[in-house]
C-alpha cells in the first residue's frame, strides 16, 4: 500500500513539472506570436521560412534560449529592431524588458536625453568683409529614435558638422560690430542637483552642459547692456543670469542657487583710451580752476588797488610792508627807501 502511493505521489509531481513546462512553452510561443505580428509583412517566403525556424530552434532549446531573447533598455534609452534588415512595426521599444529572436533580430539603442558639444572656433567673412573667429555651443536631444537610425549613419555626426556650416552661413549675414564684445568678463555660478532622476534621464552630461549654458547665457545677458551698465550694475545682471540659468536647467534636475559677476576685463587698448580720456578730463578740470582762481585774484587786486587810491596813508603801510618783507630775504641787495611824497613830487617833475 505504501509502495503504491509513493508511486502515485512520484505521478503526480512528474504531471505537475510537465504542466509547468508546458505553460512555459505556451507562454514563450505567445510572446514571440505577438513578435511576429508586429514584423514587416514584406520580409518574403524565405523570410518567413527563417523566423518559424528561428522559434521552433528557440523552443527547443528553452529554457536556456529565454536568456539570449530578453533585452533590457534603460529609462533613457529606446531599441530599434531589425528583422532580416527590416525596422519592427511599432516603433522603439523601451525602457524596460523586450524580446527578440536570436538568429533574426538584432537592435540599436538610441539615447535619447540632451547632448552638449562645443562647436570648433570657425573663420567667418562678415558682411563688411572682416575675418573673425568664432565658437559656440548646441544642445540637442533626439526625438524621433527610428528616424536617427533609419534616415542618417550617424546622427550625432551630423549634427555637429551641420551646427559649424550654420554658424558660418548666419554670422555670415552680420557685420563686425553685430558680432564682437569689448569685454572679457568672469563668473562664478553655484549650482546643485534637484532632482537627481531627470539629471540621470534628460542629459548626457548635467555638469558640463550648465558650464557651457552658464558661459553663452553670460554672453547673452553682457550683450544688451552698455559698458557703464556692465560695471555698475553687476547684481542686476547677475539676478538676470542666475534666473535665465534656472528656468533653462529645470528640465535637467538643475537647481541654479546663485551668479556672481566676479571680474569685468577690459582690452588693453580701451585702457589706454579710457585713461587718455580720464587725464584729459582732470586736464580741462584743472585749467578751469586756475582760470577761476586768476580772475578771483585779479577781482581781489582790482579791489584793493581802488581802497589804497583813496587813502595815501594806506599805501604808505603797504609800502612799508613790502620793505619789512624784502628786508627778511637773506640777499646782498641795498634799497634805499625814499618817502613816496617825495617820489610824487620827482615824478611830477
Not at 544642445?139 to 533609419?150: D, H, I, P, S
Amino acid at each position: 500500500m505504501e509502495y503504491g502511493r509513493e508511486t502515485t505521489s512520484m505521478r503526480e509531481e512528474e504531471r505537475k513539472k510537465r504542466q509547468i513546462v508546458k505553460q512555459d512553452y505556451l507562454y514563450s510561443y505567445l510572446s514571440f506570436v505577438l513578435a511576429l505580428e508586429n514584423s514587416d509583412n514584406d520580409i518574403g517566403l524565405c523570410g518567413w521560412i527563417l523566423v518559424v525556424f528561428s522559434i521552433i530552434l528557440t523552443l527547443v532549446t528553452l529554457p536556456l534560449s529565454i536568456w539570449m531573447c530578453i533585452k533590457i533598455v534603460k529609462e533613457y534609452e529606446r531599441a530599434i529592431i531589425f528583422r532580416l534588415g527590416r525596422i519592427l512595426r511599432g516603433g522603439a521599444k523601451g525602457p524596460g524588458l523586450f524580446f527578440i529572436l536570436p538568429c533574426t533580430d538584432s537592435f540599436i539603442n538610441v539615447d535619447m536625453r540632451t547632448i552638449t558639444f562645443d562647436i570648433p572656433p570657425q573663420e567667418v567673412l562678415t558682411k563688411d568683409s572682416v575675418t573673425v573667429s568664432v565658437d559656440g555651443v548646441v544642445y540637442y536631444r533626439v526625438q524621433n529614435a527610428t528616424l536617427a537610425v533609419a534616415n542618417i549613419t550617424n546622427a550625432d555626426a551630423a549634427t555637429r558638422l551641420l551646427a559649424q556650416t550654420t554658424l558660418r552661413n548666419v554670422l555670415g549675414t552680420k557685420n563686425l560690430a553685430e558680432i564682437l564684445s569689448d569685454l572679457s568678463v568672469d563668473g562664478v555660478v553655484y549650482y546643485r542637483v534637484q532632482n537627481a532622476t531627470l539629471a540621470v534621464a534628460n542629459i548626457t552630461n548635467a555638469d558640463a552642459a550648465t558650464r557651457l549654458l552658464a558661459q553663452t547665457t553670460l554672453r547673452n545677458v553682457l550683450g544688451t547692456k552698455n559698458l557703464a551698465e556692465i560695471l555698475s550694475d553687476r547684481e542686476e545682471i547677475a539676478h538676470s543670469m542666475q534666473s535665465t540659468l534656472d528656468d533653462a536647467t529645470d528640465d535637467w534636475g538643475i537647481k541654479v542657487e546663485r551668479v556672481e559677476i566676479k571680474d569685468v576685463k577690459l582690452p588693453l587698448q580701451l585702457q589706454r583710451a579710457m585713461a587718455a580720456e580720464a587725464e584729459a578730463s582732470r586736464e580741462a578740470r584743472a585749467k578751469v580752476i586756475a582760470a577761476e582762481g586768476e580772475m578771483n585774484a585779479s577781482r581781489a587786486l582790482k579791489e584793493a588797488s581802488l581802497v589804497i587810491a583813496e587813502s595815501p596813508s594806506a599805501l604808505q603801510l603797504r609800502y612799508l610792508q613790502t620793505l619789512n618783507t624784502i628786508a627778511a630775504e637773506k640777499n646782498s641787495t641795498i634799497i634805499f627807501p625814499l618817502p613816496i611824497d617825495m617820489m610824487q613830487s620827482f615824478m611830477k617833475h
